[in-house]
């Protein structure tokens, strides 16, 4: 028995499979989750069944918004205990875990593995990689460049609190002839300053782990180590936590 976690969230989805002793990861998969998540399970499921594994070989539990579309589950969980589980699986066992996802931002408080607290940030997109997202399309930008562009400026001060009025404010910067880079900065600044407000109303912990599609982002993760004044750690399997605390939590 193999045993697999599948993590649809509302940007990418992720799957993994774990080993029968579910102590290494042997497949990884990402891959955007488009416009119908039904069809993104469908995917998934060719994929969990390609190089001749057989469904009874499995068990999958899927997690993320869009668990309900993940009709051959054996078993659904909430993202929090499942990224909770999966940083505690890549060395966050003791930690507060900042999970900067597409829609949302997660601050989950682990001991001795297990999630003692958890909190998430209001509705409004800011502090998520949605507003980054924005932010890099509003200057034609993919999430890369935009990065890669904000590595060489200096902040400028983005004080909107809501990504729509966040937006207006950059285009009136850019009107004002602002430097791309400066602008692209900012937003990063911005971005780790909302994250540490979040996290400074559940944690004063010196142990910070993030989950999410930014643990490749070097700037991104210096920024929030900065805000928190102590390291932030991270790897590349972290983008996959939910899914694989999917995976170990599976029965």
Request: proline share 2%; glycine share 10%.
């Amino acid at each position: 028995m193999l045993y697999a976690g599948v993590d649809i969230g509302s940007t990418a989805a992720k799957a993994v499979i774990l080993s029968e002793d579910k102590s290494k990861i042997i497949a990884r998969r990402l891959m955007p989750s488009g416009w119908n998540s039904r069809l993104t399970a469908d995917e998934i499921l060719a994929w969990l069944l390609s190089e001749e594994r057989s469904r009874d070989e499995l068990r999958i539990t899927a997690t993320g918004y869009g668990r309900v579309s993940v009709p051959y589950a054996d078993s659904t969980l909430t993202e929090i205990t499942c990224h909770g589980k999966g940083a505690a699986f890549l060395g966050g066992n003791d930690s507060t875990v900042i999970d900067i996802g597409g829609q949302d931002t997660k601050v989950i408080i682990l001991s001795a593995g297990r999630v003692i607290d958890f909190v998430m940030n209001d509705k409004c997109s800011a502090g998520t990689g949605k507003f980054l997202e924005v932010m890099a399309n509003r200057m034609g930008l993919t999430l890369p460049e935009f990065f890669a562009l904000a590595e060489n400026g200096k902040a400028v001060k983005i004080s909107s609190m809501c990504t729509v009025f966040a937006e207006s404010e950059i285009v009136s910067l850019m009107g004002l002839g602002t430097p791309r880079e400066n602008i692209a900065a900012g937003a990063v600044d911005s971005v780790a300053a909302k994250v540490c407000t979040l996290v400074s109303r559940k944690s004063q912990s010196g142990n910070y782990f993030l989950t999410g599609g930014f643990c490749e982002a070097p700037l991104l993760v210096e920024k929030l180590s900065q805000a928190l004044n102590s390291e932030v750690n991270t790897c590349p399997d972290a983008r996959f936590a939910g899914a694989i605390g999917a995976a170990l939590l599976g029965k």
